[in-house]
């Protein structure tokens, strides 16, 4: 089998010091998606604005919650996490002992990818030595999936496609940056998309990230001037629909 191993991705362990603490509650209030029903889901930490801070993944481990998030903002997630937290007894900490993992091709244990099943499968599971970050990022790319800080980081989190893309709840309760999240789905006022574009085509000015290796870039264009033909099916059916 080919290495699996996402080396940019890393894990923070959500754990009750108390029994009487419930992790998922304190999840719920925050982040995007809802918590507290079957995991793995795709979600985000916004600012007070609605615009994306961390994106990553909730998974359920025993009554723990993992978080599967970028490796180079892993600490800064946790550390605003437990600003949150405040005198609550919940340990926010990196699990150096488990890895996230992924494969275009199903495997025992493996979850399909919560945004779209294209994008293969998950799971978390201990370290290797190779690593399948090439891969998945010319796989993810190709099917025009923005992610990260560096594509996503300062957006308002629905001009990242997060409704296609499953990372947003409109149906759970309150959390950071959710008035003006549910205010732009409510008026049908996502003026602004992310999209991966041939690199050539890019606009410096509206150039999120690039990827020379790959041709590509991913630029913040306004949907009036987008073509639904030249989109991806999952984004154009979510601009035009």
């Known amino acids: 089998m080919s ?35 079957g995991l793995p889901v795709y979600a985000a930490l916004l600012s007070a604005q609605g615009k994306a801070m961390f994106d990553f993944f909730v998974w359920a481990d025993g009554e723990d919650i ?54 293969g499968y998950r799971w978390i599971a201990a370290s290797e030595s190779g690593a399948a970050d090439e891969a998945y990022l010319a796989h993810r790319l190709s099917l025009g999936v923005p ?52 690199l050539e085509q890019s606009q410096d000015k509206r150039r999120k990230a690039e990827y020379p290796e790959l041709g590509l870039a991913v630029d913040h264009l306004r949907v009036a001037d987008l073509d639904p033909a030249t989109l991806p099916e999952w984004q154009a059916a979510g601009i035009t629909g």
Not at 3 to 26: C, M, N, W, Y
Not at 79 to 103: G, N, P
Not at 104 to 112: F, K, N, T
């Open 3 to 37: 290495a699996t191993q996402l080396k940019s991705r890393s894990i923070i362990r959500l754990h009750a010091e108390d029994p009487g603490e419930d992790v998922r509650g304190f999840l719920q209030g925050l982040v995007t998606n809802d918590v507290g029903a």
């Open 66 to 119: 993992l978080l599967d998030c970028e490796a180079d903002t892993v600490d800064d997630l946790a550390k605003r996490l437990s600003l949150y937290r405040l005198r609550r007894k919940i340990s926010i900490a990196r699990d150096e002992t488990q890895s996230v993992h992924w494969s275009l091709d199903q495997v025992a244990g493996a979850a399909a990818d919560p945004r779209l099943t294209a994008l």
């Open 147 to 198: 992610e990260g800080q560096s594509e996503l980081g300062d957006i308002l989190w629905l001009e990242t496609n997060a409704v296609e893309l499953s990372g947003v709840s409109f149906e759970k309760g309150c959390y950071i940056g959710q008035e003006n999240t549910a205010r732009m789905n409510w008026r049908q006022k996502v003026n602004r998309r992310l999209v991966v574009v041939p």
